[in-house]
């Protein structure tokens, strides 16, 4: 039986210029080299309007059962550009099984909090992503039990590097924890990830804005191309979300929601005026 969608989001917001990320130095400072797909120039500027537009296409291509955007995670607080779930079936009720968060930055410079000696830190989170690569290659060499006994194909091989007896590796997650720390402590992912309402979360700009390993780990990353189209250029790790919690940002979902349903069926919302008007129409080609 084919799922049925929920329909929240009827029309995108108006074009505006969303300054909600936290804004930093400029750099000079070349990106380290990273093989991403060419883009087509459409001759149009990826606004933060288009970039939502982005999101909410690679999301609905995913049949969520409810999306919206500008979502609360918390009451009112730590907007997202983009919240979708997913639902199934549980007897007579639906069951929440999975939400996605996306946040949208404009550009390198909205991706981390103020900070003087950012891309320092940024280089030596990236050297040490680079370590902890190599030593968990050397780990699966010397340490083969580490690897779990119920993995049937080799793509999906999960290792249990925490308990390895390697020294040298332990020490460089003590040094990248502690600098990813000083980087995003306080800042408005980590608050937005410290809500648990989402089970994945992503970060989404412009292509080749970032390099995956300048972005803290647990969260996914979407390049943006020119056409509108979105390449995953990181996974997300499975973060901890109750039901609880996910209840609770699908109920945001359905609130971000609300005036753009009203506005679909012809009523309006000014000030403290409530009033009914034609529905909008789309536009006859």
Same mark, same amino acid.
């Given at each position: ?6 329909? =929240?989001?009827? =029309? ?19 990106? %380290? /080299? ?5 883009? !087509? ?5 990826? !606004? ?18 409810? +999306? ?6 918390? +009451? ?6 983009? %919240?979708?779930?997913? &639902? ?10 999975? !939400? ?24 030596? +989170? ?12 050397? @780990?699966?060499? #010397? ?5 779990? &006994? ?9 290792? #249990? ?20 720390? $000083?980087?995003?402590?306080? &800042? ?6 410290? $809500? ?22 647990? @969260? ?6 020119? #056409?509108?189209?979105?390449?995953? +250029?990181?996974?997300?790790? %499975?973060? @901890?979300?109750? /039901?609880?919690? *996910? ?16 506005? %679909?069926?012809?009523?309006?919302? $000014? ?12 536009? *006859?080609?």
């Amino acid at each position: 039986m084919k799922k049925q969608q929920i329909t =929240f989001e009827f =029309f995108g917001n108006e074009q505006e210029n969303d300054n909600t990320s936290e804004t930093a130095h400029h750099t000079d400072d070349a990106l %380290a /080299a990273q093989t991403l797909p060419e883009t !087509t120039d459409t001759g149009q500027a990826l !606004t933060p309007f288009r970039m939502r537009q982005a999101a909410l296409k690679w999301l609905a291509k995913q049949n969520p059962c409810g +999306i919206g955007t500008k979502v609360a995670t918390r +009451i009112s607080k730590y907007q997202v550009d983009v %919240a979708a779930f997913w &639902s199934l079936p549980a007897g007579a009720r639906r069951r929440v099984e999975k !939400t996605v968060l996306v946040e949208i930055r404009n550009n390198r410079d909205h991706c981390w909090p103020d900070c003087s000696n950012r891309e320092a830190i940024l280089k030596k +989170i990236r050297d040490l992503k680079a370590e902890r690569t190599a030593l968990e290659k050397l @780990i699966r060499q #010397d340490e083969p039990e580490l690897k779990a &006994s119920d993995t049937l194909f080799e793509e999906y091989e999960c290792w #249990d590097y925490e308990k390895s007896r390697n020294p040298q590796y332990h020490d460089c997650l003590a040094k990248l924890e502690e600098l990813q720390h $000083s980087l995003y402590k306080g &800042s408005r992912l980590e608050l937005i990830r410290q $809500s648990q309402t989402a089970d994945f979360i992503y970060v989404a700009l412009p292509e080749g804005t970032i390099h995956a390993d300048e972005l803290i780990d647990g @969260i996914g990353l979407l390049a943006i191309k020119d #056409d509108l189209e979105i390449v995953e +250029i990181k996974p997300p790790d %499975a973060l @901890i979300c109750n /039901a609880q919690n *996910r209840n609770h940002i699908v109920q945001n979902i359905a609130v971000a929601c609300r005036k753009s349903l009203l506005f %679909a069926n012809g009523v309006n919302l $000014s000030n403290d005026r409530i009033f009914i008007t034609n529905p909008p129409r789309r536009r *006859r080609k």
